[in-house]
């Protein structure tokens, strides 16, 4: 008879007669029902199976029975596994490597969004451009690290300000790029207000994935997406997206989560899948300081539930995204999700002036940011040392957590500004990620009702 249960087992409330059983470290589910949840509880707090059971009713001792079986089957009762696990876990963690580049390659912004968390590094910064020089150096010297490291997936992302205000460093990187890195791939961010047909040839040329930003339909874009002069960008936007399109490129959507589109995200994905036909599309949950405690706590809540509904539109629709479908992948998969972001040491970043740095959020002060020609061994590097740490796993209160195998953690930045640590958790991610798991395990059980009433 097995001994105690993994700690990382945890009851989840599907309904009011169904229960989920799942185990945070190695993402296993098991549904019960109500009446178990004694039996459980008690295994929970630490009898042994052969003592819980006893504990059963007569009538229910049967059924006690069977959800062992399930549990031993799934290995619930193993915490030696879950040591061996952890252990794997931190090695991943210790040498995982860089194989993201953020090429920031101007500051340059032509645009003034209300919620830009680099503003002060932006366009109210003094305007820096990266020269072909800086773009060859970062690229040689990414060249190496996946050389040395054999990354099978290595990426340059474009970034800014708007990348598309330096059109001619973007064509030089992409043309040096390519030869010098084995399967490289390319992403862009832009706004979209600088697309025209000649940048789309080349985009399309070099297979690069683009990443705009609509916000939603024109009344919510443009209260928050206006450009330097305050006029509106809206139409600018969507005739760039639709250039995009029109070229054969890969072009997906990013849509900010603000106070403004939350309420009625539902209608904004519908829009979005139906009247611009967007393939993918992707949520972005606020960076930066979201001001009171209240606001914040509010706009967690709002945000992971309308997140939810959005995910089920896009569903329906056969329309991927990206946010919620982070966690989907890590749960239908069973695959530990050890970061949420290629920031916690997976990742360079460099600046327009020739700065390399770990994290693109730093760019409004200069912190953890240093010449070019400085750094020489990333890979022993003590700032990429600390922050590849930077997961659930090492983070005591993460442990603890139902979502501990699923969520990634988060924004370390937003851990850092909110709760002044890169290592604790960030609170508004949290939410998403427990909202989501419930909506997860709770959309399973209806599948697997669904199959077994097919079956009689």
């Not at 690229?139 to 490291?149: E, G, M, P, Y």
């Not at 690069?208 to 809206?234: A, C, M, W, Y």
């Not at 400085?374 to 090492?394: C, G, I, Q, Y």
């Not at 850092?416 to 709770?442: E, N, Q, S």
């Amino acid at each position: 008879m097995p001994k105690r249960l993994s700690k990382f087992t945890h009851v989840v409330q599907i309904n009011k007669n169904i229960f989920a059983l799942f185990n945070s470290l190695w993402l296993r589910v098991l549904f019960f029902d109500k009446n178990l949840l004694p039996f459980v509880d008690r295994l929970i707090k630490g009898l042994e199976a052969n003592e819980a059971i006893n504990a059963l009713d007569v009538s229910m001792k049967t059924e006690g029975e069977k959800l062992l079986s399930q549990m031993l089957l799934e290995k619930y009762f193993e915490p030696e596994m879950d040591a061996s696990k952890l252990l794997e876990i931190a090695d991943l963690l210790a040498y995982s490597q860089i194989s993201v580049m953020y090429l920031m390659v101007t500051n340059e912004c032509n645009l003034a969004c209300s919620y830009c968390y680099l503003s002060d590094a932006l366009w109210r910064g003094p305007t820096r451009i990266m020269n072909v020089d800086t773009a060859r150096r970062a690229i040689n010297l990414f060249a190496d690290i996946v050389t040395q490291h054999k990354i099978d997936h290595p990426q340059i992302i474009f970034y800014g300000g708007e990348p598309l205000l330096n059109k001619e460093l973007l064509k030089f990187a992409l043309e040096y790029a390519t030869p010098k890195i084995n399967g490289i791939e390319f992403m862009l961010n832009t706004n979209g207000t600088k697309i025209d047909s000649d940048i789309a040839k080349i985009l399309r040329d070099y297979n690069v994935n683009v990443s705009l930003s609509i916000d939603g339909p024109k009344d919510i874009h443009d209260k928050s997406r206006l450009d330097r002069g305050g006029q509106e960008t809206f139409g600018h936007v969507v005739d760039g997206y639709r250039i995009l399109r029109e070229n054969g490129v890969n072009a997906g959507v990013s849509c900010t989560l603000t106070r403004e589109n939350i309420p009625v995200l539902a209608e904004v994905t519908r829009w979005l899948i139906e009247d611009l036909n967007v393939p993918s599309l992707g949520f972005n949950i606020m960076i930066g300081d979201l001001g009171t405690h209240e606001y914040t706590e509010k706009y967690a809540q709002d945000a992971a539930d309308a997140l939810i509904e959005a995910f089920k539109i896009a569903r329906g629709h056969g329309v991927y995204e990206d946010r919620v479908m982070r966690l989907v992948g890590a749960l239908s998969d069973g695959q530990i999700r050890l970061n949420d972001c290629a920031g916690c040491g997976q990742q360079i970043v460099i600046t327009p002036d020739g700065q390399i740095g770990v994290c693109q959020a730093f760019m409004n002060t200069g912190q953890n940011f240093f010449p070019l020609d400085m750094v020489e061994d990333l890979t022993h590097h003590n700032l990429w040392a600390t922050w590849r740490k930077r997961s659930p796993f090492n983070i005591p209160e993460c442990l603890k957590c139902e979502c501990l195998g699923i969520c990634g953690g988060g924004c370390p930045y937003n851990s850092l500004l909110r709760c002044g640590d890169i290592m604790k958790p960030d609170t508004v991610h949290c939410v998403h990620a427990k909202k989501t798991l419930h909506f997860l395990l709770t959309d399973l059980w209806e599948m697997v009702s669904l199959r077994e009433t097919e079956k009689r």
